[in-house]
Each structure stands twice: as C-alpha cells, then as structure tokens.
C-alpha cells in the first residue's frame, strides 16, 4: 500500500468520499474545508508537521469553487466563519 507521501505527490484529483455519494460535492467541498484548517490547527498546537494536512488542501482546492474558498477565508480572518473549526 502506498505511503501518505507517496498518494500526496501522485495526487490527481479527489477520489470517491462514501460519506458523499450524491453528484452534488457541496458538502464534500465544505468538509474538506473544515477539515483542512482543523488538522493544521490541531498539528500546529501540538508542535507537529503539518504535512499530513496537504491532502484535505488538494481535494477541496480541487471540488471548491475558488470563489466560495475566498469568501470563507474573508470569512474566517474577520471572525464570522459559520464553521466549527
């Protein structure tokens, strides 16, 4: 099986997510959202590498309109990002 570097660097595009089945990737693209800011947050307090992080990064940089992405880093700077992060 390959490494977390190795599925990292080989990345194309984001794979099948089970938790979402439906053509419809929103929630797919907000998740992955979250969970990108969440797993830095919680490796940068506990003074690890980030690193691992980079592939919720590359999948909703890959599903999310760019647009959307923009607004909830607005969003998150001012203080009024409706996520749990």
């Known amino acids: 099986m390959a490494s977390l570097e190795e599925k990292i660097r080989t990345y194309k595009t984001a794979p099948f997510d089970s938790r979402f089945p439906n053509t419809n990737q929103t929630r797919n693209c907000f998740q992955n ?13 506990q003074g690890r590498d ?11 940089k890959s599903i999310c309109p760019i647009s959307w992405v923009a607004k909830w880093d607005d969003q998150r700077e001012a203080g009024t990002f409706p996520g749990k992060i």
């Open 50 to 60: 980030t690193a691992p992080c980079e592939w919720f990064h590359r999948v909703y």
């Open 33 to 45: 959202y979250l969970d990108f800011h969440r797993c830095g947050k919680s490796l940068s307090a």
